[in-house]
């Protein structure tokens, strides 16, 4: 079974394309989840949409992990991915908490967030009369003073951040695995974390303290630390305002409302340009070198069917004789075709493909347990998505071209995808018979030559 012969891949979305805002974002996202779509949508069929690649409803090399893979190696940007994944996580262990814990961090609107923003950026820092800044002067409360960082482990009086345990609420380094957070002050361990959270603080001109009886304050202490501070190792790709906006709403609570914004701007990047993106490269079965080599093929068959014309044509063979040469456009001009989708028509033959540089070193690797197909990319509080000191990196490098062109390969287990794959090469296939067909019919329209 295979898809309309009219099927076209995902068109390619460059991330820098999109001129839209983050109310325009949002509210495209809101039509696509209320729309309840289901069958093709801009060449992606339903069984691979990317509610069903995250949910985990796709077979390899379609799946979760293979999205993380393409985010960090190809596209470079798999922190959106870990952060949709960590606030979907933390928006439903926050959705589990009790009333009462709810209650200390009240929900958030971006109404709220963008009043303030502006409110400080029309009026700045509040006048003080003369004697009111005399008095002050010297004190925390000066014009212009900042506020010290809290040591909340030295004070005794300090209420730990209520981040609930217990085994219904997931870790956050490992969405889903059951364990709890650890609930220890700001100060007590991750000093480095909370010395980053309250730079971007103090960067966004933000003086009061957040409130550390608000559950899962040191986790959003850590999400500021690794996705939102200036420099972080995770830093998403947020206009001032958003950072400002959202480190607002962060300082007055932890309620997920308050990175809705951010969140729906995440997500807007993942369905509408990072995943098409994955799918269309997910369609290629072959790698770059495999890919030019079936190039080559398909140019080859074509001169191959080009010169078998030409020689019969000037001979004294009757017209029939040139129809043979059909075989040789037929099979290059297919080649050709599907070869430049990113398709290998021998691999798809036995619905195969190559693996991938970083999967190729995964059983050769005694001590790539660190590597398990990139399982750290999936620790929220990681660091950097750095691979350059990966050792694949050298290993493939050093790999010549001939092995490369021929390496190893394995079955594609989506049936979606393979779905794909036979409509290509069907297309590929139909394409090339009415190409040849034109030019064969050239040819024996042509008089004889009778020069042999």
């Given at each position: 079974?295979?898809?309309?012969?009219?099927?076209?891949?995902?068109?390619?979305?460059?991330?820098?394309?999109?001129?839209?805002?983050?109310?325009?974002?949002?509210?495209?996202?809101?039509?696509?989840?209320?729309?309840?779509?289901?069958?093709?949508?801009?060449?992606?069929?339903?069984?691979?949409?990317?509610?069903?690649?995250?949910?985990?409803?796709?077979?390899?090399?379609?799946?979760?992990?293979?999205?993380?893979?393409?985010?960090?190696?190809?596209?470079?940007?798999?922190?959106?991915?870990?952060?949709?994944?960590?606030?979907?996580?933390?928006?439903?262990?926050?959705?589990?908490?009790?009333?009462?814990?709810?209650?200390?961090?009240?929900?958030?609107?971006?109404?709220?967030?963008?009043?303030?923003?502006?409110?400080?950026?029309?009026?700045?820092?509040?006048?003080?009369?003369?004697?009111?800044?005399?008095?002050?002067?010297?004190?925390?409360?000066?014009?212009?003073?900042?506020?010290?960082?809290?040591?909340?482990?030295?004070?005794?009086?300090?209420?730990?951040?209520?981040?609930?345990?217990?085994?219904?609420?997931?870790?956050?380094?490992?969405?889903?695995?059951?364990?709890?957070?650890?609930?220890?002050?700001?100060?007590?361990?991750?000093?480095?974390?909370?010395?980053?959270?309250?730079?971007?603080?103090?960067?966004?001109?933000?003086?009061?303290?957040?409130?550390?009886?608000?559950?899962?304050?040191?986790?959003?202490?850590?999400?500021?630390?690794?996705?939102?501070?200036?420099?972080?190792?995770?830093?998403?790709?947020?206009?001032?305002?958003?950072?400002?906006?959202?480190?607002?709403?962060?300082?007055?609570?932890?309620?997920?409302?308050?990175?809705?914004?951010?969140?729906?701007?995440?997500?807007?990047?993942?369905?509408?340009?990072?995943?098409?993106?994955?799918?269309?490269?997910?369609?290629?079965?072959?790698?770059?070198?495999?890919?030019?080599?079936?190039?080559?093929?398909?140019?080859?068959?074509?001169?191959?069917?080009?010169?078998?014309?030409?020689?019969?044509?000037?001979?004294?063979?009757?017209?029939?004789?040139?129809?043979?040469?059909?075989?040789?456009?037929v099979i290059g001009i297919a080649t050709l075709i599907a070869a430049w989708k990113g398709m290998c028509v021998v691999l798809h033959g036995?619905?195969?493909?190559?693996?991938?540089?970083?999967?190729?070193?995964?059983?050769?690797?005694?001590?790539?347990?660190?590597?398990?197909?990139?399982?750290?990319?999936?620790?929220?509080?990681?660091?950097?998505?750095?691979?350059?000191?990966?050792?694949?990196?050298?290993?493939?490098?050093?790999?010549?071209?001939?092995?490369?062109?021929?390496?190893?390969?394995?079955?594609?287990?989506?049936?979606?995808?393979?779905?794909?794959?036979?409509?290509?090469?069907?297309?590929?296939?139909?394409?090339?018979?009415?190409?040849?067909?034109?030019?064969?019919?050239?040819?024996?329209?042509?008089?004889?030559?009778?020069?042999?």
């Amino acid at each position: 079974m295979v898809y309309s012969l009219a099927y076209r891949r995902p068109p390619h979305s460059a991330s820098s394309s999109s001129s839209l805002t983050g109310e325009e974002k949002k509210k495209s996202l809101d039509e696509s989840l209320s729309s309840g779509h289901s069958g093709m949508n801009n060449g992606i069929p339903e069984a691979l949409s990317f509610d069903r690649v995250i949910s985990g409803g796709t077979c390899p090399p379609c799946t979760t992990r293979d999205f993380m893979n393409y985010l960090i190696y190809i596209e470079h940007a798999a922190e959106n991915l870990q952060f949709f994944l960590w606030y979907r996580d933390y928006f439903e262990r926050f959705a589990l908490l009790p009333a009462r814990e709810k209650a200390l961090a009240p929900e958030w609107t971006i109404s709220q967030a963008e009043a303030e923003v502006l409110a400080s950026q029309a009026t700045g820092q509040k006048k003080l009369s003369p004697e009111t800044a005399a008095m002050f002067k010297g004190t925390d409360f000066a014009l212009g003073a900042k506020s010290p960082a809290v040591e909340y482990s030295r004070n005794p009086f300090n209420t730990p951040p209520m981040t609930p345990t217990g085994e219904n609420v997931s870790e956050v380094g490992d969405f889903g695995s059951g364990k709890s957070f650890d609930n220890s002050t700001l100060a007590s361990s991750n000093t480095p974390f909370t010395k980053k959270a309250a730079g971007a603080f103090d960067s966004a001109d933000l003086k009061w303290q957040p409130f550390t009886v608000q559950p899962f304050r040191e986790e959003v202490a850590r999400i500021i630390a690794t996705y939102i501070a200036d420099g972080a190792p995770r830093q998403l790709n947020l206009s001032s305002r958003e950072r400002t906006a959202l480190l607002h709403a962060l300082e007055n609570t932890t309620h997920p409302s308050a990175f809705e914004h951010i969140a729906s701007t995440v997500e807007w990047s993942l369905r509408f340009q990072a995943h098409p993106n994955f799918i269309r490269w997910t369609i290629c079965n072959g790698n770059r070198p495999r890919v030019i080599f079936a190039r080559g093929l398909g140019v080859g068959g074509i001169i191959g069917g080009l010169m078998a014309a030409v020689l019969i044509t000037l001979s004294g063979a009757g017209r029939g004789w040139r129809v043979l040469s059909a075989i040789g456009f037929v099979i290059g001009i297919a080649t050709l075709i599907a070869a430049w989708k990113g398709m290998c028509v021998v691999l798809h033959g036995m619905h195969h493909r190559h693996l991938r540089p970083w999967e190729l070193f995964a059983e050769d690797d005694n001590a790539s347990s660190d590597y398990e197909l990139k399982k750290a990319s999936f620790d929220t509080l990681g660091s950097a998505n750095s691979y350059e000191d990966e050792p694949w990196i050298a290993k493939y490098e050093k790999r010549n071209i001939i092995r490369k062109v021929f390496d190893r390969e394995v079955w594609i287990q989506e049936p979606a995808l393979r779905q794909i794959q036979d409509t290509i090469f069907i297309q590929a296939v139909g394409g090339a018979l009415v190409i040849s067909a034109v030019i064969v019919g050239i040819f024996v329209a042509l008089p004889h030559g009778g020069y042999y």
